[in-house]
């Protein structure tokens, strides 16, 4: 049961910024996600917190204790590795017993025969015990590799995308056993992903990452719901998030938001509505998820017409892209597609739970 | 902040690379040496060295035989080069066939390379003999291809070129085995001749294999000793006294060790400059190779 | 059939006989001087000097038994009874160059593969160079030491000078192994608490068993076929079997049916090897600079 202290921490690779002054505090108990895509720089950061890699500056912190100037064996961090790092001249039991013959926990009177035993029927592959890991299929040798993190009973568990090598289907499995898990270990937990539906399922908070630094650090729902910018409101979604450029407008009493051109015009929330009114961002971008909007036949008025509306069923849901003027945007909606008919369609915009992100790409908050 | 680096244990690292340091130093010292001999009068067994600068190069520079064998050891690795890695490449690509029972053509192929040079040159100076059986297979009556001038350095060639052309083969086949397949189809869909498939596609993505196999035989050529020695010890006359084989009587017939090491580091000198030319080729040739 | 199905039946028919004949070609050319070497080696001398030679002949044991048993079992006029001392003079040198070797190679090697310290690449370089020195460079300054460090003519001597053979081979090609392990399975063991050299003893030596052991057979191959350090740096007492073959070519006689024979039984170990390495070769042929 520990908790993990990043001060300002960097790495450098020769003349490369790979993480950028980064800080976090991870609680003890916690599942936290890193997230953010290829090259952020989140193995870096999980390897040195595993004393794998060194430190460029900063310090790392497990209990309260340094631990970037310890050598890796002293942290008591064991690391699930993207492609599972088993053995392969070992087998399956040989490599769950391997960290715990290491010599420097020979002191220790754990009988690792039962150890073993234990944790392989947890993880359900008692009966592969015998088998060596080219003979395991994927989800297997992650288990093993579960495993052999597991049997040292360590203080934090560093996970490094380990789900990304399955099959969709396995991924979903291993996600609900990954959360099983979760409850049953009462450790810390530290797990780098750049698929944002295994951050939002996994994790009790995210920490979004892009080009070494730090965007975001929030709840699955905070993330989602208040990103601080484009960069995290884009992460999540699948389609992307809607981004519409245009301006904000005083018609009288209303404020409202206009595309460019004008075509797409719908009002602020009103939350927002004192902010927007006396700080008035000539140019902003509204970010409008496709969950957020909707086709109707039956328009609210000002609702836009849309044309050139393209379909694409996906099993429950179905997805729409259309344009309205120059805009270009995703919808997802109902399994029955667009209303029937020949009539014409029009945007319904849930203006209430659009976001709004000034000219920087900041998300403009009530003050 | 401080900042401090994990422990490792410094000693138990350098004990990896330590012994391996110990031997290259023990090397080394005589490379040092050789250097400072080449610059002094060293005759074996005289108690007496002087410093006499570069006397023993200025006079290795005006004696016309050194200048001879410097001209026959480069000759002769130049035909070497030629002649093997044409051979070695047409090996190469009949060896690159999946027929029945190539893989024991292949490894039949290497068994020239794999005994020593010696025994293989003996091999051929009884073959080669007067009454050899290279003679009554050619219908020649007692000729002598070692023992005539005209014809040793060439009779050496081919003893060399039967001992490795396959090397060559070997390393172009690896080669060949190694380039990718997408290509070709590609071309065979637009319909290239071989000749043209083989000029374009194959021979410029195995251009990096060939720059390997020729900078190893580049080398070895320049020294060659063994098969020399073990035939025809530099003659007839001088007509295949290469440089190593000459440094060798130098010293241990006329036992002036000064200039014999002077003609060993200028052949040193010719035998880096060579493979650096080369590796460069090589270096280049791979990465258009791998079209970066 | 169709035309065109009988046109493309007989080209692939010709090729396939094309490609056959230029490897029957290869093959012979390559194959017969061992073959004709073997005759040899069962003719009696009479037989090998006639002037028209041979093909058929009453084969003879004879010329074996004069190298393994010595005179009086041969019942020869001549012959020299060390062969079978070379013969184990140069399994000792060898085996121990090997094993020396190995012993500082592989961890080194694993040092250079892993570790990172300044100079590295200047150390692995030098460790590279010593295959582009002419041998005499180095011999001539050794033969002077080891004259007054005792060590001329004796078995540590020898072992130690194959260093330059063997050594180079083992540390490049060895790296080249140890670099194809993924980082992971050390990183995952380190963090396992296990130290440098528990890692190596346990993850990263088992997985480079196969190229280690088709090294060691290569390296010793090398060092078994080397002339040029036994000839100069030894005597009777530790010729290597290369130096001593050339033994049976004396100012009196040249005794060529136990040369023969010498020479098939010098090269029958190497011979039988070649055959379980043949994959392997590529990569040690070139020390390293092509994957195979």
């Known amino acids: 049961?520990?908790?993990?202290?990043?001060?300002?921490?960097?790495?450098?690779?020769?003349?490369?910024?790979?993480?950028?002054?980064?800080?976090?505090?991870?609680?003890?108990?916690?599942?936290?996600?890193?997230?953010?895509?290829?090259?952020?720089?989140?193995?870096?950061?999980?390897?040195?917190?595993?004393?794998?890699?060194?430190?460029?500056?900063?310090?790392?912190?497990?209990?309260?204790?340094?631990?970037?100037?310890?050598?890796?064996?002293?942290?008591?961090?064991a690391m699930i590795f993207e492609n599972y790092a088993?053995?392969?001249?070992?087998?399956?039991?040989?490599?769950?017993?391997?960290?715990?013959?290491?010599?420097?926990?020979?002191g220790a009177a754990v009988d690792i025969n039962n150890r073993v035993a234990e944790i392989a029927r947890r993880l359900e592959i008692g009966g592969l015990l015998e088998r060596y890991p080219a003979e395991l299929s994927g989800g297997q040798k992650q288990r093993v590799a579960l495993g052999r993190a597991l049997v040292r009973n360590p203080r934090v568990f560093l996970m490094d995308e380990p789900l990304s090598h399955l099959d969709a289907k396995l991924r979903h499995q291993m996600r609900r056993e990954l959360k099983k898990l979760k409850e049953s270990l009462g450790t810390s937990v530290i797990f780098v992903t750049h698929d944002y539906m295994e951050a939002l399922s996994l994790a009790d908070r995210i920490a979004v990452l892009n080009n070494g630094r730090i965007v975001q650090v929030g709840t699955p729902e905070e993330v989602y719901f208040s990103p601080e910018n484009t960069i995290v409101a884009s992460l999540f979604g699948?389609?992307?998030?809607?981004?519409?450029?245009?301006?904000?407008?005083?018609?009288?009493?209303?404020?409202?938001?206009?595309?460019?051109?004008?075509?797409?015009?719908?009002?602020?929330?009103?939350?927002?509505?004192?902010?927007?009114?006396?700080?008035?961002?000539?140019?902003?971008?509204?970010?409008?998820?496709?969950?957020?909007?909707?086709?109707?036949?039956?328009?609210?008025?000002?609702?836009?017409?849309?044309?050139?509306?393209?379909?694409?069923?996906?099993?429950?849901?179905?997805?729409?892209?259309v344009r309205v003027g120059r805009v270009s945007l995703s919808i997802v909606g109902e399994p029955a597609g667009a209303p029937e008919g020949r009539d014409r369609l029009f945007l319904d915009v849930a203006a209430e739970k659009v976001l709004y992100f000034d000219p920087s790409g900041n998300r403009i908050k009530e003050s | 902040m401080p900042l401090k680096s994990r422990p490792s244990r410094p000693s138990t690292d350098s004990l990896f690379i330590l012994p391996a340091l110990?031997?290259?130093?023990?090397?080394?010292?005589?490379?040092?040496?050789s250097v400072y001999y080449s610059l002094t009068d060293y005759r074996l067994g005289s108690a007496a060295v002087h410093f006499i600068g570069l006397r023993n190069y200025i006079g290795l520079f005006q004696d016309p035989a050194f200048w001879k064998s410097l001209g026959l050891t480069v000759g002769y690795t130049i035909a070497s080069l030629i002649l093997q890695l044409g051979l070695g490449l047409a090996g190469a690509l009949l060896l690159n066939n999946d027929v029945k029972g190539i893989q024991i053509a292949r490894s039949l192929i290497i068994l020239p390379l794999m005994m020593p040079p010696v025994i293989a040159a003996l091999m051929w100076k009884i073959m080669m003999a007067p009454n050899g059986v290279l003679n009554a297979l050619l219908g020649l009556k007692e000729f002598g291809w070692l023992g005539t001038g005209a014809t040793a350095l060439p009779s050496l060639l081919v003893i060399d070129s039967w001992i490795y052309t396959p090397f060559v083969t070997v390393i172009l086949l690896a080669g060949l085995r190694s380039l990718p397949q997408e290509p070709y189809e590609a071309a065979r869909l637009d319909g290239g001749s071989w000749w043209f498939?083989?000029?374009?596609?194959?021979?410029?993505?195995?251009?990096?294999?060939?720059?390997?196999?020729?900078?190893?035989?580049?080398?070895?050529?320049?020294?060659?000793?063994?098969?020399?020695?073990?035939?025809?010890?530099?003659?007839?006359?001088?007509?295949?006294?290469?440089?190593?084989?000459?440094?060798?009587?130098?010293?241990?017939?006329?036992?002036?060790?000064?200039?014999?090491?002077?003609?060993?580091?200028?052949?040193?000198?010719?035998?880096?400059?060579?493979?650096?030319?080369?590796?460069?080729?090589?270096?280049?040739?791979?990465?258009s190779a791998l079209g970066k | 059939m169709t035309m065109r199905a009988e046109r493309r039946d007989l080209k692939s028919g010709i090729k396939k006989a094309a490609i056959y004949g230029g490897i029957a070609l290869f093959l012979v050319f390559a194959l017969f001087p061992i073959f004709w070497i073997f005759l040899t080696s069962l003719k009696t001398d009479k037989d090998i000097i006639s002037s028209v030679p041979k093909f058929i002949f009453s084969p003879t044991l004879r010329n074996y038994k004069a190298i393994l048993f010595g005179v009086k079992a041969a019942g020869t006029e001549t012959s020299r009874p060390d062969f079978i001392l070379y013969f184990k003079n140069s399994l000792m040198i060898t085996s121990g160059a090997v094993f020396v070797s190995l012993a500082a190679g592989v961890p080194a090697a694993y040092a250079l593969a892993r570790f990172k310290f300044k100079?590295?690449?200047?150390?692995?370089?030098?460790?590279?160079?010593?295959?582009?020195?002419?041998?005499?460079?180095?011999?001539?300054?050794?033969?002077?030491?080891?004259?007054?460090?005792?060590?001329?003519?004796?078995?540590?001597?020898?072992?130690?000078?194959?260093?330059?053979?063997?050594?180079?081979?083992?540390?490049?090609?060895?790296?080249?192994?140890?670099?194809?392990?993924?980082?992971?399975?050390?990183?995952?063991?380190?963090?396992?608490?296990?130290?440098?050299?528990?890692?190596?003893?346990?993850?990263?030596?088992?997985?480079?068993?196969?190229?280690?052991?088709?090294?060691?057979?290569?390296?010793?191959?090398?060092?078994?076929?080397?002339?040029?350090?036994?000839?100069?740096?030894?005597?009777?007492?530790?010729?290597?079997?290369?130096?001593?073959?050339?033994?049976?070519?004396s100012y009196e006689s040249v005794l060529w049916g136990q040369m023969a024979a010498a020479s098939i039984v010098t090269i029958l170990p190497e011979v039988i090897i070649a055959f379980f390495i043949q994959k392997y070769l590529v990569r040690g042929l070139s020390m390293g600079a092509v994957r195979g």
């Not at chain 1, 769950?96 to 020979?106: E, N, S, T, Y």
């Not at chain 1, 961002?281 to 039956?298: F, K, M, Q």
């Not at chain 3, 040029?228 to 290597?240: D, N, Q, R, S």
């Open chain 1, 238 to 321: 699948q389609p992307r998030i809607n981004l519409v450029e245009g301006r904000i407008l005083v018609q009288g009493e209303r404020i409202v938001f206009s595309s460019e051109d004008g075509a797409l015009v719908f009002p602020v929330p009103l939350r927002l509505k004192s902010r927007l009114e006396s700080q008035k961002p000539e140019r902003v971008a509204a970010g409008i998820r496709p969950t957020s909007v909707r086709l109707v036949t039956d328009p609210p008025p000002g609702a836009p017409p849309v044309e050139n509306v393209l379909t694409e069923p996906s099993g429950n849901k179905s997805l729409q892209h």
């Open chain 3, 119 to 249: 100079l590295k690449e200047n150390i692995a370089f030098t460790f590279l160079s010593f295959r582009f020195a002419p041998e005499i460079a180095v011999i001539i300054p050794i033969f002077v030491i080891y004259r007054s460090l005792g060590l001329y003519n004796t078995f540590i001597g020898m072992i130690l000078v194959y260093q330059l053979v063997t050594l180079p081979l083992i540390i490049w090609i060895m790296r080249g192994y140890f670099e194809d392990i993924p980082e992971s399975l050390e990183q995952a063991a380190k963090l396992d608490g296990y130290s440098r050299f528990a890692i190596f003893r346990k993850i990263a030596l088992p997985l480079v068993k196969p190229g280690l052991a088709s090294t060691a057979i290569l390296s010793f191959i090398f060092a078994w076929n080397n002339f040029i350090f036994g000839l100069v740096l030894g005597a009777k007492e530790t010729f290597p079997v290369t130096v001593g073959t050339l033994g049976f070519i």
């Open chain 2, 197 to 287: 498939v083989f000029r374009k596609l194959t021979l410029p993505m195995l251009k990096p294999f060939i720059f390997v196999a020729a900078l190893f035989r580049t080398i070895d050529c320049l020294k060659t000793f063994d098969i020399v020695y073990a035939t025809t010890k530099g003659g007839p006359g001088d007509s295949t006294m290469l440089l190593q084989v000459k440094a060798y009587f130098a010293s241990f017939r006329h036992y002036s060790m000064g200039s014999a090491l002077s003609m060993m580091l200028v052949l040193w000198l010719v035998v880096f400059v060579m493979s650096r030319i080369l590796v460069k080729f090589w270096l280049e040739s791979s990465k």
């Open chain 1, 1 to 77: 049961m520990a908790g993990v202290s990043l001060v300002r921490v960097s790495k450098r690779y020769g003349s490369l910024l790979a993480v950028d002054r980064v800080s976090l505090e991870i609680a003890p108990a916690e599942f936290f996600v890193i997230l953010g895509p290829a090259g952020a720089g989140k193995t870096s950061i999980l390897k040195m917190i595993a004393g794998i890699e060194e430190i460029s500056e900063g310090e790392i912190r497990i209990d309260g204790g340094r631990v970037d100037v310890r050598a890796s064996g002293d942290i008591d961090a």
């Open chain 1, 86 to 106: 088993l053995y392969p001249h070992r087998t399956v039991f040989e490599n769950m017993a391997f960290p715990l013959k290491a010599k420097c926990r020979r």
């Open chain 2, 22 to 33: 110990v031997l290259t130093i023990g090397i080394l010292y005589p490379f040092f040496l």
